[in-house]
């Protein structure tokens, strides 16, 4: 009667430490490969936005190597069906091609355009800077199109979170802004 409960226990611990032994990277995983990506569409050859399905990658990690598929793509659903031959340029340099690394690449060492601030590093916590573009109209960069973005890099130049409100708040209220004579300086 022993014999089989030990059996099934003996089972159980083996399981259980088979999965906590491959829970590490499983969880490495899933942060390497979560967030979405920039990469060139391999029939277009155009940026195009893609995810990649980082759970299903963890969970292919609990009993052998990741097996990566893509979980959105901004050419569908029209394309849902192509071989998803980009992949390989993220299996190749996953950091490189992360949004969140490009954006703040781009933005750090240039200087806010209206306050002249310079940034740092993209930080998750602190609020998104913007972008503005040559009619002084700014615009967060989250709300931008990711597939946008290299083209708008060209376009329009580095601003900052406080530039960014004030700008917003002139266009929005323009008869509340007060121009002192002072340079370019605007006080609201
Ligand atoms: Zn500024």
Redesign the pocket.
Known sequence: MMGPILLGIAILVVVFGVFLFRAIPAMQTYSLYRGTRLVKCPETHQTVAVGVAAGKAAATVLWGNPTLGLEQCSRWPERQNCGQECLQQIETDPDNCLVWNIVSRWYEGQS?A??H?RFGRLKHLDHPPALMDADRKTTEWKDFRPEELTGVFATHQP??W??HVTETFRRAHPELVVYRDRGAHTRV
């Open positions: 806010c209206l306050c601030r601003v900052c406080d530039c």
